[in-house]
């Protein structure tokens, strides 16, 4: 059965018309440099398809009846998603789907003490914390239950996850990619996310009791028609949890870790050849002779 929340639908709508707006605005502008890229829109429709699939497909309605498949929304949302909406630099596209006269709110100089309190309150550290305090919150039994019972704090749920990990994910990119983060750093807060998300799949699959009544009480007769016990569900669940976020994040460690060592065989020649500037070997005929594929 598919789940057609006005309000979902609505925001899955809205969010790729100011995408791809913003998008061929950007182009015909010919901002070199500036406009989003194939590949950048190709993640982006790939992350849009992820929130669909976890929120209009029949997952959704699923996700009442067995935890496991509220768990793989979780999974889809904030391990598949997030990242994949980032990549598509939806922040820079979205303000030019807007009139000109909103866009100047932007430039430089306009809305700077906002922006500098931003960039101060959502560094790396504060990012990661906030993804990892909308996991455990969540995942208490008292505010998951509150999901399953209210519409209202199921779409909180689902909307708070979505957004702290797009926010983490968003925010690694841009210490990246200028350059105020060095991937050692970046490696160390994908490892930690990793980590904590695991930990809480390990305490879920290793239960001996269901953290989660509701679904023993209210949907025990959709799980006994799924083959399992409340138990076995929820420990289906933190598998779920557990696995995915060890394939995800080792893949994106290990990216990080290459695109360190690419970075590192970039910086030697140059940083060699800025100290040869400063010694007599540079003026040597012989050392330029024996190095010339170098400089």
């Not at 807007?98 to 309190?117: F, H, N, S, T």
């Not at 239950?145 to 702290?164: G, K, M, N, P, T």
């Not at 350059?179 to 980590?195: D, N």
């Not at 995915?244 to 140059?270: C, H, Q």
Request: hydrophobic letters at 55%.
């Amino acid at each position: 059965m598919w789940s057609l929340e006005p309000g979902v639908i609505a925001g899955l709508i809205l969010s790729a018309f100011l995408y791809y707006r913003g998008m061929f605005r950007m182009r015909r502008q010919s901002l070199a440099g500036r406009g989003i890229r194939g590949r950048e829109a190709a993640c982006f429709a790939s992350g849009w398809l992820a929130v669909f699939i976890a929120l209009v497909s029949p997952l959704d309605a699923l996700g009442e009846a067995l935890f496991s498949a509220r768990i793989a929304q979780r999974v889809l949302l904030a391990l598949v998603a997030a990242p994949m909406l980032a990549l598509g630099r939806p922040l820079t596209a979205f303000p030019w789907a807007l009139p000109a006269e909103w866009r100047r709110l932007g430039r430089p100089g306009a809305g700077a003490r906002a922006r500098v309190l931003w960039r101060a309150f959502v560094g790396p550290f504060a990012a990661w914390l906030i993804y990892a305090a909308m996991l455990w919150l969540w995942h208490v039994p008292t505010l998951f239950q509150a999901a399953l019972e209210s519409d209202l704090a199921s779409a909180a749920q689902h909307l708070s996850l979505l957004v702290s990990a797009f926010i983490f994910c968003d925010v690694l990119m841009i210490y990246g990619r200028d350059r105020q983060m060095g991937y050692g750093a970046a490696m160390i807060y994908v490892f930690t996310a990793c980590a904590h998300t695991m930990l809480l799949g390990a305490l879920l699959a290793d239960a001996s009791t269901v953290w989660y009544p509701a679904y023993e009480a209210a949907h025990g007769a959709a799980v006994t028609t799924w083959g399992l016990t409340s138990l076995e569900d929820q420990r289906l669940g933190g598998l779920l949890l557990w696995f995915p976020v060890v394939a995800i994040n080792t893949t994106v460690g290990l990216i990080l870790f290459f695109s360190w060592l690419r970075e590192s065989e970039r910086k030697a020649p140059a940083e060699e050849k800025a100290l040869l500037l400063d010694t007599d070997l540079w003026n040597s005929k012989e050392w330029l002779r024996t190095h010339r594929d170098r400089v």
